[in-house]
């Protein structure tokens, strides 16, 4: 499995933005899909949005659609979700995750350790 870093949380205003990053790291032949999940205060993790490793294809939760994008660069290295207009129901430890394929994102095998973002009213 590869490994999962990730970075750029912190604490912002509703309406601010900010910008995930994620470091793949370890040497892998195969192709996966990365993906992004949120874990509020007190709530289990929820899928928040992932990309294929084409990155052709993407999908997001309702609750983000318009405000967040994931992206990946060419070099499949780095994910990023670029999270915008922000809200406080937004706050929680955010988590990269990796999956085999697109079919297995939404339950993937594969974590970073988390980022906190809390969002302030």
């Known amino acids: 499995q590869v490994q999962l870093v990730e970075s750029g949380g912190g604490l912002v205003q509703a309406g601010d933005s900010l910008r995930l990053s994620c470091v793949v790291a370890g040497r892998t032949f195969s192709p996966y899909a990365m993906g992004w999940f949120h874990q509020a205060p007190g709530k289990e993790r929820e899928f928040v949005a992932a990309i294929s490793w084409s990155g052709l294809s993407t999908s997001y939760a309702d609750s983000v659609k318009g405000r967040f994008t994931i992206s990946r660069d060419s070099a499949k290295i780095m994910v990023y979700l670029q999270m915008n207009s922000l809200k406080p129901e937004d706050t929680g430890v955010y988590y990269c995750?990796?999956?085999?394929?697109?079919?297995?994102?939404?339950?993937?095998?594969?974590w970073g350790q988390g980022t906190q973002v809390t969002v302030s009213s």
């Open positions: 995750a990796s999956a085999p394929n697109w079919a297995t994102m939404r339950n993937p095998g594969n």
